[in-house]
């Protein structure tokens, strides 16, 4: 820093201002200087820096899974609007392991973040004291849990559920299967197999009919595997409701190649409105989420907290983005 100072004929301090986006400092010697910086291939120590603002300029996040589209597209909005505040996601990958969650907070709020985004899935004891103690903006994503620790944005997944089921009996539906994960403990798909098993209860029907393999998030392969299990455990279904549509793609095709007709003899449900269910034949009905908005209403209000402006002690905000149905071809009218 020294170095571009003396080339830019200012201070020190002034080249610091400069770097910093919102400082006092006009622009026509805001340019000058990163000009130099430019020219001089200057890098700024960001850990320096976070040492004398006490602010380490990023937002934590951890999400269950990499390939997934959903959250790399929650991930890719958040960031979006996380850098118009100046701040930079730092990403962190939990595999749906409530252990390894714990490590990963843990080890984020050693670099103190501004900030930590969490995809629900079920938290250690340990977690949540970790992050009741942090004094910063918890966000809890995807799932709104019964007893969140700070701000939530999402849905219920067992109410999207519970809301597919009974709008699937509504339809004259009655021999539904639900198609889910082996060990979902820590899952959003327990709180879809959670809402099924109520909106069965409720219309007096037989909550059991399901059929669990794989660990979670199930494939395509999953779902493959599945269709003849079902066919045989189930051969009167006229309904499969499965956790997601990754496996409701799967179970179609395979229902296809066996020469079981949908939805003439049994028809088809997804959930989440991936890339696939659009693009099967017949189209899989499904339950539509928006993984942007969760990032785009996420790092809003991430800002919103950490303006200078509004920080004072807080309620906890919590933002409903609630799922559409999604009626499609796999879905035979009774």
């Given at each position: 820093?020294?170095?571009?100072?003396?080339?830019?004929?200012?201070?020190?301090?002034?080249v610091?201002?400069?770097?910093?986006?919102?400082?006092?400092?006009?622009?026509?010697?805001?340019?000058?200087i990163?000009?130099v910086?430019?020219?001089?291939?200057?890098?700024?120590?960001?850990v320096?820096?976070?040492?004398?603002?006490?602010?380490?300029g990023?937002?934590?996040?951890?999400?269950?899974?990499l390939n997934?589209?959903?959250?790399?597209?929650?991930?890719q909005?958040?960031?979006?609007?996380l850098?118009?505040?100046?701040?930079?996601?730092?990403?962190?990958?939990?595999?749906?392991?409530?252990?390894?969650?714990?490590?990963?907070?843990e080890?984020?709020?050693?670099?103190?973040?501004?900030?930590?985004?969490?995809?629900?899935?079920?938290h250690?004891e340990?977690?949540?004291?970790?992050?009741?103690?942090?004094?910063?903006?918890?966000?809890?994503?995807?799932?709104?849990?019964?007893h969140?620790?700070?701000?939530?944005?999402g849905?219920?997944?067992?109410?999207?559920a519970?809301?597919m089921?009974?709008?699937l009996l509504?339809?004259?539906?009655?021999?539904?299967?639900?198609l889910?994960?082996k060990?979902?403990?820590?899952?959003?798909?327990?709180?879809?197999?959670?809402?099924?098993?109520?909106?069965?209860?409720?219309?007096?029907?037989?909550?059991?009919?399901?059929?669990?393999?794989?660990?979670?998030?199930?494939?395509?392969?999953d779902?493959?595997?599945?269709?003849?299990?079902?066919?045989?455990?189930?051969p009167?279904?006229?309904?499969?409701?499965?956790?997601?549509?990754?496996p409701?793609?799967?179970?179609?095709?395979?229902?296809?190649?066996?020469g079981?007709?949908?939805?003439?003899?049994?028809?088809?449900v997804?959930?989440?409105?991936?890339?696939?269910?659009?693009?099967?034949?017949?189209?899989i009905?499904?339950?539509?989420?928006?993984?942007?908005?969760?990032?785009?209403?996420?790092?809003?209000?991430?800002?919103?907290?950490?303006?200078?402006?509004?920080?004072?002690?807080?309620?906890?905000?919590?933002?409903?983005?609630?799922?559409?149905?999604?009626?499609?071809?796999?879905?035979?009218?009774?």
């Amino acid at each position: 820093m020294r170095d571009v100072a003396k080339a830019a004929g200012v201070s020190r301090m002034t080249v610091s201002r400069a770097l910093k986006k919102d400082s006092p400092i006009s622009s026509e010697t805001r340019e000058r200087i990163l000009k130099v910086v430019k020219d001089m291939n200057y890098v700024p120590d960001q850990v320096a820096g976070s040492l004398t603002t006490k602010r380490s300029g990023f937002v934590g996040l951890l999400l269950p899974s990499l390939n997934n589209l959903h959250f790399a597209q929650t991930a890719q909005s958040l960031t979006d609007v996380l850098e118009q505040g100046g701040l930079q996601l730092l990403l962190g990958y939990t595999a749906y392991s409530p252990e390894r969650e714990e490590q990963l907070v843990e080890t984020m709020l050693r670099r103190r973040p501004e900030a930590m985004v969490l995809s629900y899935d079920g938290h250690t004891e340990q977690t949540i004291r970790l992050l009741q103690r942090a004094s910063i903006p918890i966000v809890e994503i995807w799932e709104k849990p019964a007893h969140p620790i700070g701000h939530t944005v999402g849905f219920s997944n067992e109410r999207a559920a519970y809301d597919m089921t009974n709008a699937l009996l509504a339809r004259g539906f009655r021999k539904i299967v639900f198609l889910g994960e082996k060990d979902d403990d820590w899952t959003r798909g327990a709180a879809r197999r959670a809402g099924f098993k109520r909106a069965m209860r409720e219309a007096g029907l037989n909550p059991d009919q399901e059929i669990r393999l794989g660990a979670p998030p199930l494939s395509i392969e999953d779902g493959v595997a599945a269709a003849e299990l079902i066919l045989q455990e189930y051969p009167d279904t006229d309904c499969i409701f499965c956790v997601s549509d990754m496996p409701a793609f799967g179970l179609l095709s395979r229902l296809k190649s066996i020469g079981v007709a949908v939805p003439e003899q049994v028809s088809v449900v997804g959930f989440g409105n991936f890339e696939v269910s659009r693009f099967a034949s017949p189209e899989i009905s499904t339950v539509r989420v928006d993984p942007i908005a969760i990032g785009r209403e996420t790092g809003s209000l991430i800002l919103r907290l950490l303006d200078p402006k509004q920080r004072s002690p807080q309620t906890a905000q919590h933002i409903t983005l609630p799922p559409v149905l999604e009626f499609r071809p796999s879905l035979k009218n009774l």
